[in-house]
């Protein structure tokens, strides 16, 4: 027997062992029929999915209340279905608290441009009271980078800059998932944001590094355990925002 004679017998040998192989598998051995992933209605055009809760479809302020206080919301409801911040009345926030979520928000900054940096169409929407994204016209408007338009506030800057002009309307689509503490407030499981802007992957999976503070570094340990309400910040600009629904995870 030659050396040709036996490589072909080694590879003729391997063909036939590995079609016995292959052989023991049906196709629907590797198919998942059950749990069927449950059906909803999409929605059209960024109107909330069937398996959406609505926290605010331009109608009234059900859903929200003053920041902090057990009074009601004293923004501006606008006859186009938004909602407007009323400078120096406070923030808000939801009645419900939340966990982890996808939430779906458009926002819009004031389109006479006024003031720069943090003082051009400043707010933002705070996930469970404490990690801020942040709301800004970037729209030509430098400022440092982890605190423009779609920053994880102090922590991350957006990974592209997706802003629109002032005066058009925005979208965010962000996927939080929230950290979990324990009883004496240490981190069991750190949080995650991925955030798209105008449909634009801007925060990929990023890892929350505690909350999100104006001066010092984020805290990471949890310590009053503040109640976890959905926040949007007036920071003194009339930002307005409207179609807000999220979807629980
Ligand atoms: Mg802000």
């Given amino acids: 027997m030659n050396n040709r004679f036996i490589r072909n017998f080694i590879f003729i040998f391997c063909l036939i062992f590995s079609f016995k192989i292959n ?3 049906k196709p629907e051995d590797t198919e998942v ?3 069927e992933p449950n ?22 302020f059900s859903k929200w209340k003053a920041y902090g206080k057990n009074s009601s919301v004293e923004w501006t409801i606008n006859k186009d279905g938004s909602m407007t911040v009323f400078p120096g009345k406070g923030a808000i926030e939801t009645k419900e608290e939340h966990g982890s979520i996808q939430l779906h928000i458009e ?16 707010s933002g929407v705070y996930f469970q009271n404490r990690y801020e ?22 922590q991350y800057a957006p990974l592209v800059n997706a802003s629109r002009p002032p005066g058009e309307w925005q979208e965010y689509d962000i996927i939080f998932m929230e950290p979990l503490y324990d009883d004496n407030g240490e981190i069991l499981r750190v949080g995650r944001f991925t955030v798209f802007h105008n449909g634009i992957l801007i925060q990929n999976n990023a890892q929350i590094l505690g909350t999100t503070e104006y001066i010092g570094p984020p805290k990471t340990k949890m310590t009053n355990f503040p109640k976890k309400s959905l926040m949007i910040q007036d920071h003194g600009n009339l930002v307005s925002y409207r179609n807000i629904w999220y979807r629980k995870l």
């Fill in 23 to 25: 052989s023991q598998y």
């Fill in 33 to 35: 029929w059950n749990p």
């Fill in 39 to 60: 059906i909803i209605n999409p929605g059209k055009k960024n109107l909330p999915p069937s398996d959406a809760v609505i926290l605010f479809d331009g109608k009234d």
């Fill in 107 to 122: 926002w819009k900054t004031p389109k006479k441009v006024i003031s720069s940096g943090q003082g051009r169409g400043n």
């Fill in 133 to 154: 994204i942040q709301v800004l016209d970037s729209y030509k408007n430098r400022t440092y980078s982890n605190g423009q338009a779609g920053s994880i506030y102090k």
